[in-house]
């Protein structure tokens, strides 16, 4: 059975807490659980903001190696990967290196510096990661599980992982890749109709939400964007057709899934499907769920918080 562990985002400490808590133990190089049936999923975002970079990859790599984890690629692997990967064709980094990129990737640059033997080394096993996992009758995503995207993902792509090529054309705007790996990494977009606009929690003035792509109830813009700090700023007013077609299927089997820095007592997104990030990067806990039979439906009794 699978202990499911979402953005962990360099912080270490609390990732060891609750590997301890679920019942797993360093033996032998690796944290192992004494029943060898449970394995660690790991939804991606392992790096930046906190201190504890580098301990974080050792840990899941060393899991992953033992056969006691399996992991998906988070958007800050991604991120991080265009940002050390330089484009052939102008010799620029795929990822820009701006004022707002430096930012948000200090805390991986300072234990991994540009350049260095052991940045290589750590973006090439961030290339070995899958976008997206299935197994047993669960899925595992780190932002979004469209069906059509992972269809078409899985169609060109070895087990959802992307060859050295197809980095460097999902860092293009414009390519087709670059929309796949985007939604399922950092969740679906849509620009609001014309003449609307909000102001983020940043202050930025946004015409694009984020959508709440397993939300099949929702029925209007308010209802489906996420993230929109005054949701009286968004048009009361009913979805486009292209936007409801995408919402995840009723009948299809439970998708967990991080990304999207909730905060608050967890609660399921629907029948079947559960966001587990509640932001341990910053302040929050490092939620975990624990899976207790093959192909379950989702149950909150499983998860582990405290």
């Not at 060891?16 to 449970?38: I, V």
């Not at 059509?148 to 197809?166: C, E, F, H, W």
Request: with cysteine.
């Amino acid at each position: 059975m699978f202990d499911i562990i979402p953005d962990i985002h360099g912080q270490a400490d609390k990732l060891t807490a609750r590997l301890t808590q679920l019942g797993y133990a360093k033996r032998y190089g690796a944290w192992r659980h004494p029943d060898a049936e449970r394995t660690c999923i790991f939804l991606g975002d392992f790096i930046d903001r906190g201190p504890k970079n580098a301990e974080v990859i050792d840990i899941i790599r060393h899991m992953i190696d033992a056969g006691t984890a399996m992991a998906v690629m988070g958007n800050h692997e991604l991120n991080a990967i265009q940002f050390h990967t330089v484009d052939p064709e102008n010799g620029l980094p795929l990822r820009p290196h701006s004022h707002k990129n430096l930012k948000q990737h200090a805390s991986f640059l300072k234990e991994f510096p540009i350049g260095s033997d052991p940045t290589s080394e750590a973006i090439n096993w961030m290339k070995s990661l899958p976008l997206f996992l299935e197994s047993y009758g669960f899925r595992f995503v780190h932002a979004c599980w469209d069906e059509d995207v992972v269809s078409r993902l899985a169609k060109v792509t070895i087990n959802g992982r992307l060859s050295d090529d197809q980095f460097i054309e999902a860092g293009k705007i414009g390519e087709a890749l670059h929309g796949l790996v985007e939604t399922t990494t950092k969740g679906p977009e849509s620009e609001l109709p014309e003449g609307y606009s909000f102001v983020d929690e940043g202050g930025n003035l946004r015409r694009e939400v984020r959508l709440q792509w397993w939300n099949g109830d929702a029925r209007t813009w308010r209802d489906m964007a996420l993230s929109v700090p005054d949701p009286t700023e968004l048009p009361n007013l009913d979805l486009p057709a292209h936007i409801r077609p995408s919402v995840y299927a009723e009948d299809a089997h439970p998708v967990f899934f991080g990304h999207y820095w909730l905060s608050g007592e967890p609660e399921q997104q629907s029948r079947n499907a559960l966001c587990l990030d509640y932001s341990a990067g910053k302040d929050g806990p490092l939620v975990a769920y624990r899976t207790s039979e093959l192909g379950e439906r989702i149950d909150l009794a499983n998860i582990v918080v405290d």
